[in-house]
C-alpha cells in the first residue's frame, strides 16, 4: 500500500486532515516509513537518520512481492498440465 502511494506523482497527494489522536495533530507525516511526528524540527532530524534513507531507497526498487508471488512460489497456483495431447 505504501508503495503505491510513493509512485503517485506529487500532484494527488491529498492534504493531510487534522487528527488530533495523532502526534503533531497528524500534519507531520513520513510517507515512506509510515510515521506522524510531533513538529517539523522531528520530522527533519528523521529525513537524516539511516533508517528513513534505507527505506526511501528500498521504495524506488522493484516492487514487493504480493500474495499471488508467494502462493505460485509455494506451488498453490494455478495448475499447469501441459498441452493437451491427441488421443489415437
Known amino acids: 500500500m505504501i508503495y503505491k502511494a510513493v509512485q503517485k506523482p506529487e500532484e494527488e497527494l491529498k492534504p493531510l486532515p487534522l487528527d488530533e489522536d495523532l502526534p ?3 500534519q507531520f507525516y513520513c ?4 510515521r506522524y511526528f510531533s513538529n517539523t524540527s522531528a520530522m527533519d532530524d528523521h529525513f537524516q537518520t539511516k533508517r528513513h534513507k534505507k527505506r526511501v531507497k528500498q521504495m524506488m ?3 514487493p512481492h504480493t500474495q499471488l508471488d508467494a502462493e505460485l512460489a509455494a506451488g498453490m497456483g494455478m ?8 488421443s489415437m
Open 24 to 26: 503533531g495533530m497528524g
Open 31 to 34: 510517507l515512506h516509513c509510515d
Open 61 to 63: 526498487g522493484p516492487a
Open 79 to 86: 495448475p499447469d498440465n501441459g498441452p493437451k495431447l491427441m
